[in-house]
């Protein structure tokens, strides 16, 4: 199965800008989609953003709108997660997801975890 690998996190003051990248070794043929998705201590694993693999529109939680972006390169299996203007309440670990299909209004998961990076934003 694809294994993504997360990097990019860190430590960023609160207004301040990250951008997440994930590597996948390579790609589920079957996929529709891949995305984020974001874990804070003590609270349940949350959609982020996602993005299709052949294009079209992306897809973006409410309280990442307007702040985050979500792109692709399809040649290098990769999907990024630029975060502008970040505020205390995005400090989760950040994961990564190859392997998406539309379930009504949010995303069924398919494909494996990756190890997921770190984001804290100081206030």
């Known amino acids: 199965q694809v294994q993504p690998v997360e990097s990019g996190g860190g430590l960023v003051q609160a207004g301040g800008s990250l951008r997440l990248s994930c590597a996948a070794s390579?790609?589920?043929?079957?996929?529709?989609?891949m995305g984020w998705f974001r874990q804070a201590p003590g609270k349940e694993r949350e959609f982020v953003a996602a993005?299709?693999?052949?294009?079209?529109?992306?897809y973006y939680a409410d309280s990442v709108k307007g702040r985050f972006t979500i792109s692709r390169d399809n040649a290098k299996n990769t999907v990024y997660l630029q975060m502008n203007s970040l505020k205390a309440e995005d400090t989760a670990v950040y994961y990564c997801?190859?392997?998406?299909?539309?379930?009504?209004?949010?995303?069924?998961?398919?494909?494996?975890w990756g190890q997921g990076t770190q984001v804290t934003v100081s206030s």
């Open positions: 997801n190859t392997d998406l299909s539309p379930n009504g209004s949010s995303w069924a998961t398919f494909g494996s």
């Open positions: 390579g790609r589920t043929f079957s996929s529709s989609a």
């Open positions: 993005i299709r693999w052949s294009g079209g529109p992306t």
